[in-house]
């Protein structure tokens, strides 16, 4: 119902940036929260931003300071702009999106982009 490509992920060296992107297949203001998530392997899955239809941001610990989320709701993107990246950073970035109809609540995921960090 909804479908996320996410984009933008390569190899940088440690303390440089990276931008994400995340298209959504429908309107981002019908979608109630959006984030990324970021895997490394062996690792559980986190999330490391999010933000509401309403603006409100999140940010894990580890990136707070380095990573922005943002959107535009005129094109459906939502973007990650990481900055002084680390090593630690490493790991395959997710999109999601959550989704309230009524009393049924739906999430969906990107395929995900890899983002490496040489140190």
């Not at 490394?40 to 999140?58: D, F, H, M, S, Y």
């Not at 973007?79 to 997710?94: F, G, I, P, W």
């Amino acid at each position: 119902q909804v479908q996320l490509v996410e984009s933008g992920g390569g190899l940088v060296s440690a303390g440089g940036s990276l931008r994400l992107s995340c298209a959504a297949s429908v309107n981002i203001l019908s979608i109630n929260a959006m984030g990324w998530y970021r895997q490394a392997p062996g690792k559980q899955r986190e999330l490391v931003a999010r933000i509401t239809k309403g603006g409100t941001t999140n940010y894990v610990d580890a990136v707070k300071g380095r990573f922005t989320i943002s959107r535009d709701n005129a094109r459906n993107m939502v973007y990650l702009q990481m900055n002084s990246l680390k090593a630690e950073d490493t790991a395959v970035y997710y999109c999601n999106a959550m989704v309230s109809r009524g009393v049924l609540e739906s999430t969906y995921w990107g395929q995900g982009t890899q983002v490496t960090v040489s140190s």
